[in-house]
């Protein structure tokens, strides 16, 4: 394949270049380090919910994100996989796509993005997981659209109809189909028709067909005990689409955009139009095995907060305030469970295993959102709020057992008063289905 790069560094998370995993065909490491630092390649830290750039490799180590990404296009490509090397991410994909709200699912979608226009990238075992993620995205969007109506609009129809006149007459097709035919009967008309069937809908059908085919063939999906529960979605959405035409053009598709009247249709075509570009448009792709990628990034850290997110959801009986914004608008709380006057953070830090490491601005950070009067109103002056970090780790996952679950199992944070820090771990595979 021509697009298949000359090099590839692989490097896992917070991995420098100085020791990296392995290299491509040979790659001559002292060579082309050298060569790399005459690129003067602008290595820079990855702004606030901001688009990573070279998967927010800073001062020549690796970040939190992981994916492909090309740092001489065509010619060196850069693979960051986990440095857990069996992470589930559909286990995680399923769990943050159970959100009901605008404001989660607009959360999840930054948590990875996809260049389709750069040149594709030879696919690392480890990260083979982005075609279903993508369309297990792709259904929840659709889930949320179906519940509040698809979008109709008027449509322009010709028909030659039978003994009588609707809309208006198409005098030239009507003389030519018709009087030169001696079809009395028959009126050759154009008319609108207020529909579902409109050409946005045909490209989520579309995609929602492509969406079946691909599912069908993932086996990591297949593992998974949902699997079936994500069979009768898709079944639900087939059912819900069963009157709309698939019948769509790519170049039909390439124009679509969405309506501001309809602002749930924008991340839905985005990611149709995803799905289409993938296998470019093809069903026959849609059953192939895919060895290439376009470049793509998962942010780990922000994938991790909806991971946990949901762990948080099955344990409370109280409800968890989501990414909950304080006094000012940089000033976010992670997690707020109010009627517990808990301040919760989750750290995507594996240090925290350690039993005497902790990050003084992690500190801070807790301390000002466990101040701030709009995210836990009406407390005492004297009052100091319990602040939680929540770190990857390899305990047991939190069993929804009691509400007061962090007070319980939470382990202390020496020297700060009220701090403690407890593990959601990372989801892996089953070595059974491996």
Known sequence: ??????????????????????????????????????????????GFLKEPKFLGINDWTASYFIGAAWLIPDELAVVVTPKLPDVDFVQMFLAALEVDTQKESNYFAQCYGIQFDEPQIETHEELNQLTPLLVLHFI?????????????????????????????????????TNVFQQRSDRI????????????????????????ERILDRCDSLKRQSQYPDVQLRLNRLKASFSHISDDIEPYQVQK???????????????????????????????SSEQHFTPPFWIDMARLYEMW???????????????????????QVADFVIKE????????????????????????????GNARDERLLPNLPEDYSPRCIIIYPGNTDELKPESDILFEQQGKKIPHYRNFFKISVPLPIYNNEHK
Request: hydrophobic share 35%; charged share 30%.
């Open 1 to 46: 394949m021509d697009n298949k790069p000359k090099d590839i560094i692989l490097l896992q998370e917070h991995q420098p270049f100085a020791n990296p995993s392995g290299y491509g065909n040979g790659l001559d490491y002292t060579s082309k380090m050298e060569y790399l630092y005459g690129l003067n390649l602008k290595f820079q830290e990855t």
């Open 140 to 176: 929840s969007l659709l889930e949320r659209l179906v519940k509040h109506g698809l979008k109709k609009d008027y449509l322009l129809h010709e028909e030659n109809l039978k003994a009588k006149v609707k809309g208006r007459i198409l005098f030239g097709k009507h003389l030519k």
């Open 188 to 211: 050759y008309c154009q008319y609108q028709e207020y529909t579902d069937d409109i050409p946005e809908n045909r490209l989520l059908k579309k995609a929602l067909l492509f969406s």
């Open 256 to 286: 679509l955009s969405s309506n501001k009247l309809f602002k749930g249709y924008k991340e839905a075509i985005k990611v149709a139009k995803m799905i289409l570009r993938r296998f470019d448009y093809s069903i026959r792709e849609a």
């Open 308 to 330: 946990v997110w949901k762990q948080l959801q099955n344990s409370s009986i109280y409800p968890v305030l989501f990414q909950e914004v304080g006094s000012y608008r940089r």
């Open 340 to 367: 517990e006057k808990l301040i919760l953070d989750a750290k995507y830090k594996p240090n925290y295993t350690n039993e005497n490491w902790v990050d003084v601005e992690d500190i801070r950070e807790l301390s």
